[in-house]
């Protein structure tokens, strides 16, 4: 796994494709969420820096090369800022899912028929969830909404040119500001 910070002067959503999955396994939350069109979304990044500072995040471009995926917290296109159904109350069920994995805990925000709920506990890691615990189960018919915020796995876009060329020329080579560009595309792992 990598890390990469990088300071970017811009990260624009390029596109979203919105496949379809309508499968039926499952049943209950699991059964109505896999009914739900879930986006992959493209982004494109422009860093500026000079070279020394580039070279590192190049360096890892080339080698990952759009087939190791790494993780991404979307610049803020991973939020989900308006609660979007994660499923329903029976009276029984006490686990549901997160309509999207990898969702930070500490941004969750649970609500049963539109009020803010705090009775509930992440499964597995405090940090990072992908479905959470309700200490009682909510009623029978009680709408479950979320929002939060996310990391995504992206790959490197291998169909659009990683660019990198100098945005200021100086006479000391060392200190010319180089601009570089690419592309992250979102996968479904």
Not at 7 to 34: C, F, L, N
Request: glycine letters at 8%.
């Amino acid at each position: 796994m990598f890390t990469v910070f990088a300071s970017p002067t811009h990260v624009m959503p390029v596109e979203s494709r919105m496949p379809v999955i309508k499968d039926e396994i499952g049943g209950g939350a699991a059964q109505y969420r896999r009914r739900q069109t879930r986006s992959l979304k493209r982004w494109e990044l422009n860093v500026p820096g000079i070279q020394e500072q580039i070279e590192p995040v190049l360096g890892v471009l080339e080698y990952i090369q759009g087939d190791t995926p790494v993780w991404f917290d979307g610049a803020g296109a991973g939020e989900i800022v308006t609660p979007i159904p994660m499923g329903f109350g029976d009276g029984v069920t006490t686990d549901f899912i997160f309509p999207h994995k990898h969702v930070f805990v500490s941004s969750a925000v649970i609500y049963q028929n539109g009020q803010a709920q705090n009775n509930w506990e992440p499964i597995g890691d405090y940090v990072v969830a992908h479905s959470v615990r309700f200490n009682t189960a909510p009623a029978a018919n009680v709408q479950l909404t979320v929002k939060y915020r996310r990391k995504m796995k992206v790959v490197l876009d291998t169909e659009s040119a990683v660019v990198s060329e100098r945005g200021f020329r100086s006479q000391d080579p060392s200190k010319s500001v180089q601009r570089m560009k690419y592309y992250l595309q979102e996968v479904a792992i």
